[in-house]
């Protein structure tokens, strides 16, 4: 099969009921998106599959055939973080870190398709993602903040 | 640097010399080589000048022995270690080091004391100072009990600042000038002419010398502490690019999971693995205590062969098996033959006048659930095993590989790393035990173990279930007396007994922050009742204190209600100690607390002081019609000194939210010893859209300085109980609180 | 029509099939059906182990357009097909709630009985056109394959569309 990863094609032989996710980390080597729950409960292997934010544990090999996949490593680099990435930085959202890749691809997306969600809409894009150490008013403050630097 | 690889892990106890003071005060000198764990095998071209600091042609490398579990532990030991030292905290390199008796943890010990934290009479005091030395002789290397910062504070700010002098002494004598005339930045000596000597120049000549002894900088001259700090890892964990356990990936790397017995301990019947053995991409399928490991060339695909291996298992023997039977052992258990303790008796709660109350209390089991699933990597040699796992007790997760490779403890190298989460899950290590089993049968190979969520949700180690009973009584508007029992299982017991260890006398854990509540209340008793033991339990976030906070200060709101008074007013007039007073005034007086709100709405407030920190919760909640929704959340707390208040904020909120989805949510069930929660969808907890808004207020009036991962919880479960009666009349005496009432 | 449900009637051909509504409604109110065909609210429903059922976890909704908000639609987890393990997100092609109009939450088989004859609420179509809609939405087919720790909807889709069109040559009679 064949898929865009990051802007990198890749050509792979695996079978056709791999989840994406595993696609991904263990066969190209990709460890951005986090293994979880494997049950879409609780986020953290949150990629854009043709620009949406979907569970990468829940799609198949078989489904993303021909796709483009972003992970949070395609969206945004240390030296050139996403905006939204960055308003994750500058609020100190992170502690354990762990679930941080699924929710700012989930944010990205919201923010891409929303630009302005109000706090209804942000509650409910963001509470598929599950946060152990709830880091949530943080994210919130993360999810303002990159609305407002996007605005400006 | 050397990896840790090639330092040899000792086991010895470091002279008295090298950190005496280190408990309580700062200045400690490093004297003797063998004192010191990094000198054991350093690489040619590398020195070091203390059990903290490792410097090479590169420059500096900071040893932060505590793990992070994402209470941020590598920021702030970096962060207090840079601060005197010099060194930019956001570029220089970090290690958790080997594990190591240097790196004892001289708190934990002082505060298992059954001497109540408020409490700074002669006895106690003295009590906590020949506790301290008791982790250190133990080599009780242990990152719990929120003890990082109060117990690295004066280390590594003693440790960094005998470095930077050490360093400075080095360049002077090379320059013939005094170490009054030298300044340090960035990782340099700064000679009067302007010219700027890295470390790394300097460290051979340095550690040729006896270490200079000076007292850490003031707080008024702090360049990065005591102000909002960018934690060290934040931009690798916004940017994906931070790695965890399960993303090491070593060559030749074998991808390994478990399937075992979900009755722990009841062993194998029989097995077909014909089908599992045929899938694609297994390797192997091994023989592991209590069932197998699948090893495989991918995660995914052993996690599915070990789905499909059929078991007949067997049934653990001398335990109960349903929760059910587990309620009527609990239930049983308030007798003189399983009294445990009763640290508090004051007046006679017999005896004692006025309106009699009564209450019984339950909480559930509970698991951590930390959101990365436990792995662990082991690559097994004759001679030498490496071990790369998260954990809070890295000697003994070192004992534990050493007793199955059958070497001597020296020979088992723990690299540890920083985790996705514990809240006390790591403080276990059957993982990395599974990892060596397996290793064993795969000598040279690395093999990476990664369980999948539902191995690591129903073969948990829990927070115990419990209940309590309380009995009080109120007269003339006040509170006269309190009686609490609890009941529950002893977390020491069963924790230090995995470790191999006896433990002796009661549990403090079972009546923590009931007893020594400073409450004075004129009749009151707290009797602790340890239920015999039945499954694993653990330390949770908070501990004992997790379900006692819920006991005593729901109770005493039952109490404060029968007798008319107002929850803050009447909490004020009874505390005794001043800045537990402080606290909860702070709070009332952030939320503008008025009393009843009425109209659907309520607010509660709780107080608890746990881990060394007076801290006071007010949540206010409505009732939507669709359920309870918590508005806001006002947390008050005095840590004595804050280091980062965004990382203070980040710890003392992310407790409360910790403490209110457990309580509102989750809980851990068994039938037929089987834990029946499997995945997240069966433990739900906190999510964005129950997050209320979050107002902290964080207090420096204590003398001694706190740390603040696990404080927050308390509090917070028992002001959300009592918020929902002031809104709705009903008093929730259960745990999870859903069953009882809709949230929304 | 007759010759449709002639048809029908002979594709599905069962012994005995009962011509009261009870079996039908035996079928659409069971979880696995009535869970989806929620007001509108648009929030799905989850069965609990005690029996019950709850809202959809993660604040879920189905938003206007019944198929997830914007920003998270019903395919940002549930694919064309059943993930295999216990809690997985189910799937079949099309994942979405039915619209508002066939709310059968919190109605009485009565009601279910007269909106299912009704064009207005069945999705414009004919009794026999709903049997045959029964026997070839993936997401109504779905009900008796609902993936691992799920209970199906009772009997088989057969079974069902014989019911209906037994029922429909009774004059299709409601409780």
């Known amino acids: 099969m064949r898929l865009t990863v990051d802007g990198t094609e890749h050509e792979l032989d695996v079978e056709p009921d791999m989840p994406l996710l595993w696609l991904l980390r263990d066969e190209l080597g990709l460890h951005g998106p986090k293994y979880g729950c494997g049950i879409a409960a609780c986020g953290a292997c949150t990629v854009h599959l043709d620009g949406l934010a979907v569970r990468a544990c829940q799609i198949t090999a078989e489904e993303v055939e021909g796709a483009e996949v972003t992970t949070i490593e395609g969206l945004g680099t240390p030296d050139a973080p996403h905006p939204v990435q960055q308003a994750w930085i500058e609020e100190q959202v992170a502690q354990c870190g762990y679930c941080q890749s699924g929710q700012i691809m989930q944010a990205a997306s919201l923010l891409a398709l929303n630009p302005a969600p109000t706090d209804a809409e942000i509650d409910a894009a963001m509470s598929g993602n599950l946060c152990r150490c709830a880091s949530y008013p943080r994210i919130r403050a993360a999810i303002r903040r990159a609305i407002q630097s996007e605005g400006a | ?744 | ?175």
């Open chain 3, 1 to 175: 029509m007759r010759s449709t449900l002639a048809l029908l009637a002979l594709t599905f051909a069962l012994p005995a099939a009962a011509q009261g509504f009870d079996p039908i409604a035996e079928v659409l109110l069971h979880p696995r059906c009535a869970n989806c065909h929620v007001g509108d609210d648009g929030i799905p429903l989850w069965s609990t182990d005690a029996g019950g059922t709850r809202p959809h976890g993660f604040h879920v909704q189905g938003g206007e357009s019944r198929m997830g908000i914007e920003t998270v639609p019903c395919s940002a987890c549930h694919t064309e097909r059943n993930g295999t393990l216990p809690g997985s997100a189910p799937g079949a092609e099309g994942w979405a709630l039915p619209p508002v109009e066939m709310q059968w939450a919190a109605r009485t088989p009565a009601q279910i009985c007269e909106q299912l004859k009704d064009p207005e609420r069945n999705g414009g179509r004919t009794i026999a056109e709903v049997a045959d809609h029964v026997s070839h939405d993936p997401l109504v087919l779905w009900g008796w394959d609902p993936g691992p720790g799920r209970e199906p909807a009772p009997g088989t889709p057969e079974e069902t569309v014989a019911a209906i069109l037994a029922w429909a040559d009774a004059g299709a009679p409601c409780p």
């Open chain 2, 1 to 744: 640097m050397a990896s840790f690889g090639k330092i040899a892990r000792r086991t010895f106890l470091i002279g008295s010399a090298a950190v005496a003071g280190g408990v309580a005060f700062g200045v400690y000198a490093y004297r003797k080589p063998v004192e010191n764990p990094l000198l054991a095998e350093l690489e040619p071209g590398e020195t070091t000048l203390n059990p903290f600091v490792l410097i090479d042609a590169d420059g500096v490398t900071l040893i932060t022995p505590r793990g992070d579990v994402g209470q941020g532990a590598i920021s702030i030991q970096t962060y207090l270690l840079a601060e005197e030292l010099d060194v930019d905290p956001q570029t220089v390199r970090t290690s958790f080091g080997p594990a190591s008796g240097a790196y004892y943890n001289g708190k934990v010990a002082a505060e298992g004391m059954p001497f109540a934290a408020w409490d700074a009479g002669f006895l106690s005091t003295q009590a906590r100072k020949a506790a301290g030395p008791a982790g250190k002789f133990i080599g009780l290397h242990i990152t719990g009990g929120s003890t990082t910062v109060p117990d690295m504070y004066d280390r590594l700010r003693a440790a960094g600042a005998s470095a930077r002098e050490t360093l400075k002494l080095a360049a002077a004598n090379r320059f013939t000038l005094t170490p009054e005339d030298l300044k340090t930045e960035g990782g340099q000596v700064l000679l009067p002419n302007g010219d700027a000597i890295p470390y790394a120049d300097l460290a051979a000549e340095a550690a040729a010398l006896d270490p200079v002894s000076v007292e850490p900088r003031a707080p008024e001259s702090w360049t990065w502490l005591g102000k909002p700090a960018r934690r060290t890892d934040i931009v690798a964990k916004s940017t994906g690019t931070f790695r965890y356990g399960g993303d090491l990936v070593l060559d030749d790397m074998i991808h390994a999971t478990v399937v075992t017995n979900p009755a722990m301990g009841g062993g194998v019947v029989s097995h077909d693995d014909s089908a599992a053995r045929a899938m694609r991409g297994i390797l192997d399928i091994l023989p592991i205590t209590d069932g197998f490991a699948v090893l495989a060339d991918n995660d995914w695909r052993a996690m599915k062969a070990a789905r499909a291996i059929d078991v007949d298992w067997g049934t653990p023997e001398g335990r109960l098996a349903s929760s059910a039977e587990m309620w009527e052992a609990h239930a049983a258990a308030f007798t003189e033959e399983n009294r445990d303790s009763r640290f508090a008796d004051d007046g006679d709660v017999e005896a004692a006048p006025g309106n009699l109350v009564t209450a019984e209390y339950r909480v559930p089991f509970l698991h951590h659930a930390p959101l990365e699933p436990a792995n662990a990597t082991v690559r097994y040699r004759p001679e030498r095993t490496e071990v790369w796992t998260a954990t809070q007790v890295p000697i003994f997760v070192r004992d534990a590989v050493a007793a199955i490779t059958g070497q001597e403890a020296e020979a088992v190298t723990v690299h540890n790393l920083a985790s996705g989460g514990s809240f006390g899950h790591r403080l276990d290590y059957l993982w990395v035990q599974q990892a060596a089993e397996i290793a064993v049968q795969v000598p040279g190979r690395p093999v990476r173990l990664t369980l999948s969520r539902e191995q690591d949700m129903t073969h948990g180690f829990l927070r115990p279930m419990a209940i309590a009973r309380g009995r009080g009584t109120v007269e003339n508007g006040t509170v006269r007396s309190l009686d609490l029992s609890i009941a529950a299982h002893s977390v020491t017991e069963s924790q230090i007994g995995r470790a191999g260890l006896p433990a002796a006398g009661p549990d403090i854990a079972i009546v923590a922050a009931a007893w020594d509540a400073p409450y004075a209340i004129p009749d009151r008793r707290v009797t602790g009742y340890r239920v015999p033991a039945g499954v694993a339990v653990s330390s949770w976030r908070s501990v004992g204190a997790s379900h006692n906070g819920f006991f005593f200060e729901t109770f005493l709101d039952e109490l404060i209600a029968e007798a008319g008074a107002d929850p803050v007013e009447e909490r004020l007039r009874l505390i005794h100690d001043p800045a537990s007073r402080n606290v909860l005034a702070t709070v009332a007086d952030m939320a503008s607390w008025t009393g009843p709100l009425g109209d659907g709405t309520g607010r509660g407030v709780a107080f608890t002081y746990a881990f060394g920190v007076p801290c006071a919760q007010i949540i206010e909640v409505s009732d939507t019609g669709r359920g309870i929704r918590l508005d806001k959340l006002w947390i008050a707390a005095d840590v004595g000194r804050v280091l980062d208040p965004v990382n203070l904020e980040s710890q003392l909120t992310g407790g409360a939210l910790f403490g209110l989805g457990h309580a509102i949510h989750s809980e851990i069930t068994f039938e037929d010893h089987t834990i029946q929660q499997r995945n997240y969808h069966e433990y739900e907890g906190m999510r964005l859209w129950q997050t209320p808004e979050v107002e902290v207020r964080a207090l420096e009036t204590l003398p001694t300085i706190r740390g603040a991962g696990e404080p927050g919880l308390p509090p917070a479960a028992p002001a959300l109980a009592n918020a929902i009666f002031a809104a709705t009349g009903t008093r929730l005496r259960e745990m999870p609180f859903a069953r009882t009432v809709t949230f929304a």
